[in-house]
């Protein structure tokens, strides 16, 4: 796999330009959702505590492309969105962590959200995680430039309708 050798990083340095694309495009989203948070890539702390060097960078990446998931499920940081984000990995990478996110983060909603999140959201999410492509393998910095709608397509990636 072609990101394993390469082992992009999303880091200021290579992901500033989005900040220049198109509004229509996969970067400019990423910019603007960076942005609008006040999130820099640069802030994330290290992956500790991996056996190989290899499995250090594909958890650094997970982290790193979580916040393309936001941006390409429209799903905002809060509780509910986090939540739903988690249940879409789980069905994607099957990590007990996932799960265990999803748990802890219903149990801390109030009760109006977490009827929300299971009624609306968590069915949705499970939807959305099996129907996509595998999330973990897209070198979605080569698609900065390209129509967000186009990209969410060809990924198989469902919107929540609201």
């Given at each position: 796999?072609?990101?394993?050798?390469?082992?992009?990083?999303?880091?200021?340095?290579?992901?500033?330009?989005?900040?220049?694309?198109?509004?229509?495009?996969?970067?400019?989203?990423?910019?603007?959702?960076?942005?609008?948070?006040?999130?820099?890539?640069?802030?994330?702390?290290?992956?500790?505590?991996?056996?190989?060097?290899?499995?250090?960078?594909?958890?650094?990446?997970?982290?790193?492309?979580?916040?393309?998931?936001?941006?390409?499920?429209?799903?905002?940081?809060?509780?509910?969105?986090?939540?739903?984000?988690?249940?879409?990995?789980?069905?994607?990478?099957?990590?007990?962590?996932?799960?265990?996110?999803?748990?802890?983060?219903?149990?801390?909603?109030?009760?109006?959200?977490?009827?929300?999140?299971?009624k609306y959201y968590f069915?949705?999410?499970?939807?959305?995680?099996?129907?996509?492509?595998?999330?973990?393998?897209?070198?979605?910095?080569?698609?900065?430039?390209?129509d967000l709608e186009l990209v969410?397509?060809?990924?198989?990636?469902?919107?929540?309708?609201?």
């Amino acid at each position: 796999m072609i990101i394993l050798q390469e082992r992009p990083r999303v880091i200021s340095s290579a992901v500033g330009h989005a900040w220049d694309l198109p509004e229509n495009t996969f970067g400019a989203a990423y910019a603007k959702f960076m942005g609008s948070r006040n999130f820099s890539p640069d802030d994330r702390p290290p992956v500790r505590f991996m056996d190989t060097e290899e499995l250090a960078y594909v958890a650094t990446r997970a982290r790193e492309i979580h916040d393309f998931w936001h941006v390409l499920f429209n799903l905002p940081t809060n509780m509910i969105g986090e939540s739903a984000l988690k249940v879409v990995e789980f069905q994607q990478l099957y990590l007990p962590m996932c799960l265990l996110s999803t748990i802890g983060g219903s149990v801390r909603m109030k009760a109006k959200q977490r009827e929300n999140f299971f009624k609306y959201y968590f069915p949705w999410a499970i939807r959305a995680g099996m129907s996509c492509t595998d999330i973990m393998s897209i070198y979605y910095e080569k698609h900065f430039d390209e129509d967000l709608e186009l990209v969410r397509n060809r990924w198989g990636i469902l919107l929540l309708l609201t």
